[in-house]
Every structure is written in C-alpha cells, then in structure tokens.
C-alpha cells in the first residue's frame, strides 16, 4: 500500500460546481498535512495547511479524519484558474519528519 | 524576491557528462530538502539537510548522487555520469525548524533532460 494515496483523475467539472478529493494516507502516527497545488511545469504551491478540527479558506476547505486516515478538500464554485493539480501531503512524527507527497489529482474546470 | 530560487531553470546533457544544480533556500529557512519529479507522479523525497548537515538520504539517491550544503546557506545536487533515468525536474524546498510551521516552500525547479 502506498503510504499517500489519491486518485489521479482527472476531474472533469463545470465552471461553478463543487468538486471533493480525498487522500489517505498509511502512517498511522502522520502529525501535520497539506494540500498544495501544482500548475503544469511548475513548482508545487502550498494552498492549505489541514487541521484537525477542519479549516476553511475562501472556497477551498479542508477537513481531516484521523480515525479513517483520510484527508479531504472541497472546492466550491470552481473556477477556470482552479485547474491544476492538487497534491496531498503528509508529515510523519519523528526522525526528520518525512515528507511524503500523493500523486496528485488533477482538476480541469470546464467553461 | 524572497523565496526559493534554483539554478539552472533548464539543463540539457548528454549521457555521462555530470551536472550540478544550485538551491537558494528562504533566508531564515534552515531546512532544506531535495526532491525529484517525473511526468505524473508527485514529488520523491531524495534528501535533506538541517543547516550544513545532511540528516536523511532516500533510496533513490545513487552513489551517483551528492549533495552538500556547506555553509548552511545555498545547497548544490551534483549527479555524476547522467543517465537517461536521470531525466526529471528536481524540486528544492526549505522550511523553517521546529516548532514550524512546518510548510515547505519550493524553488521553480530544475528540468534535466538527459540526451
């Protein structure tokens, strides 16, 4: 198993619809996550921290279930500058707080 | 522009000629980690350092593969005798220590294309 999985897509969807992704991730004792976005041929940007009691930013949010080792982000009222691919990301506990990134799943926002 | 800044941009070699790659991390960033991606996969750690010293290497980092930091400041990836599978874009990042936060922030990256 893979220690972050997400379905690589990609996510077809209109301008103004609401598109979900989940990660799960396989280390049990993961301490901190991220969602970051990747636009094609570019560095990876972070676009939000993931806390435990859940986080909101503008039409991006983020919620975390520790339990089902997953982690999810909403996109709300998707625009045409939403389409990139968003990376997961997880920090494990310990040693140098390995850093481990999902595959991405990449969302094309239709007009 | 003070974020991480990486050199060369584009680097174009042929196979068995070595090449060196250059990070600037955030200034007050005194970790530094080195990752490779390839066409549609996220990013793979290779290995990382905490000020000058280098505290974890990948398995994916050959004995072909060196990196230092020697001053803790910039950073250098030098691979030896390139190999096509050498072709990728190699991503720095920096943070800060603990107790964080713990976001990297990465460079614009390194395409290597090995001929």
């Known amino acids: 198993r893979k220690e972050v999985e997400q379905d690589p897509g990609p996510f077809n969807v209109p301008e103004g619809a609401t598109v979900a992704f989940n990660c799960t991730y396989s280390?049990?004792?993961?301490?901190?996550f991220f969602w970051y976005r990747q636009d094609c041929r570019k560095e990876p940007k972070l676009l939000m921290s993931?806390?435990?009691s859940g986080n909101e930013d503008g039409r991006f949010t983020a919620q975390l279930n520790r339990a089902s080792q997953y982690i999810s982000l909403l996109i709300r009222d998707s625009k045409l500058s939403d389409s990139a691919t968003y990376l997961c990301?997880?920090?494990?506990?310990?040693?140098?707080?390995?850093?481990?990134f999902g595959i991405g799943t990449k969302l094309q926002v239709i007009p | 522009d003070t974020g991480v800044s990486q050199d060369p941009r584009h680097k174009i070699t042929k196979r068995g000629q070595n090449v060196t790659f250059r990070c600037d991390p955030i200034?007050?960033?005194?970790?530094l980690y080195w990752y490779r991606q390839t066409l549609g996969q996220g990013p793979e750690f290779l290995t990382y350092?905490?000020?000058?010293?280098?505290?974890?290497k990948s398995r994916l980092l050959s004995d072909r593969f060196s990196a230092e930091r020697p001053k803790g400041s910039f950073s250098t990836l030098e691979i030896q005798r390139t190999e096509q599978g050498d072709s990728a874009m190699y991503l720095c990042?920096?943070?800060?220590?603990?107790?964080?936060?713990?976001?990297?922030?990465f460079g614009p990256g390194t395409r290597l294309t090995v001929t």
């Open positions: 990042a920096s943070r800060r220590d603990s107790p964080g936060p713990y976001e990297q922030y």
């Open positions: 280390n049990s004792a993961s301490q901190s």
């Open positions: 993931v806390y435990s």
């Open positions: 990301v997880v920090r494990s506990s310990g040693g140098y707080q390995k850093v481990t």
């Open positions: 200034s007050e960033h005194n970790r």
């Open positions: 350092f905490q000020n000058e010293a280098q505290l974890e």
